[in-house]
């Protein structure tokens, strides 16, 4: 799993990329970026599958902020990103939200 932040020069954003490992979710068939940033939608940023296996997106960012998120596998498991910046309580599980701060 990993994060990439490529921040832009004219503009107080940044283009986050994720990325699910093919061993993370090694039989999945679809997988949700879902967080703060989309409203917790569970089905507005479907990540791509790679030929590796593991999935990919991209989203655009306002920076200086902490978004959080998580990935929904084949809409049934809920994963954290062992990458992220931290991890903070979810309010509605005893479970902890990934943190990308951007």
Same mark, same amino acid.
């Given at each position: 799993?990993? /994060?990439?932040? $490529?921040?832009?020069?004219?503009?107080? #954003?940044?283009?986050?990329?994720? @990325? %699910?490992?093919?061993?993370? !979710?090694?039989?999945?068939? $679809?997988?949700? %970026?879902? &967080?703060?940033?989309?409203?917790?939608?569970?089905?507005? /940023? #479907?990540?791509?599958?790679?030929?590796?296996?593991? =999935?990919?997106?991209?989203?655009?960012?306002?920076?200086?902020?902490?978004? @959080? =998120?998580?990935?929904? /596998?084949? &809409?049934?498991?809920? #994963?954290?990103?062992? !990458?992220?910046?931290?991890?903070?309580?979810?309010? =509605?599980? %005893? #479970?902890?939200?990934?943190?990308? !701060?951007?």
């Amino acid at each position: 799993m990993s /994060i990439k932040k $490529q921040y832009l020069k004219t503009k107080p #954003e940044a283009n986050v990329t994720f @990325q %699910l490992a093919a061993e993370t !979710a090694p039989n999945a068939s $679809q997988v949700s %970026l879902v &967080g703060d940033f989309n409203n917790w939608d569970e089905s507005s /940023i #479907e990540m791509k599958k790679l030929k590796s296996g593991a =999935f990919k997106a991209t989203v655009k960012l306002k920076t200086g902020r902490e978004y @959080q =998120f998580r990935y929904l /596998i084949d &809409g049934k498991v809920w #994963e954290n990103d062992w !990458a992220a910046d931290k991890y903070v309580p979810n309010n =509605f599980t %005893l #479970e902890e939200n990934s943190v990308v !701060a951007v």
